[in-house]
């Protein structure tokens, strides 16, 4: 859902439990948090609160993220168009892979991140625990993004181990 649509269905649910409506700070907050949910979720998911809740849940996009799993579960033909997108960076994965070498530390360490630049993340239900980055950001911080993030479809194709990228070339990958 977009801002706007965002701003309307909370608009409803404030209401509803007769609470002051929240700034736009805090909506575009939000909107980073819930913005995936669709509108006809985000509806269906304002319902079942005013339904079901005696007050105001305090920790609104909780109580979204919560009931979104919820409306997936009981929505499998939703669920079902929700199949991860391919992302040329981390190929539907919704992680990035990248090497690392620590101070003092002899070897390589290899990590993940959430992949910045889908949201597949979201759909494959990967914890937001998982600090989430751009490819771009990794190289900039001094890690290197590991090949195993390439769907292997030619030797040119995947990025070779220890290889690093600057965020022009992935740029190129990413509309290619
Ligand atoms: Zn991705």
Not at 35 to 45: F, L, S, T
Request: charged share 30%; with cysteine.
């Amino acid at each position: 859902m977009d801002y706007n649509t965002l701003n309307e269905i909370v608009g409803r649910l404030f209401s509803h439990f007769r609470m002051k409506h929240p700034g736009a700070d805090t909506l575009e907050w939000w909107l980073d948090d819930i913005g995936h949910i669709p509108a006809d979720a985000g509806d269906w998911i304002v319902k079942k609160i005013c339904r079901e809740q005696d007050s105001l849940p305090r920790n609104v996009t909780k109580i979204f993220q919560d009931l979104w799993r919820a409306y997936l579960a009981e929505h499998p033909d939703k669920a079902a168009k929700l199949d991860p997108v391919f992302c040329e960076v981390c190929c539907g994965k919704g992680l990035i892979w990248f090497q690392f070498q620590l101070a003092g530390f002899p070897y390589r360490a290899t990590a993940s991140v959430r992949c910045g630049h889908c949201d597949n993340h979201e759909i494959l239900g990967i914890s937001p625990d998982v600090p989430r980055m751009t490819a771009g950001e990794l190289v900039r911080n001094g890690a290197e993004l590991d090949r195993r993030n390439r769907r292997r479809k030619s030797k040119d194709d995947f990025v070779s181990r220890g290889q690093s990228l600057d965020f022009g070339k992935l740029v190129k990958i990413n509309t290619e």
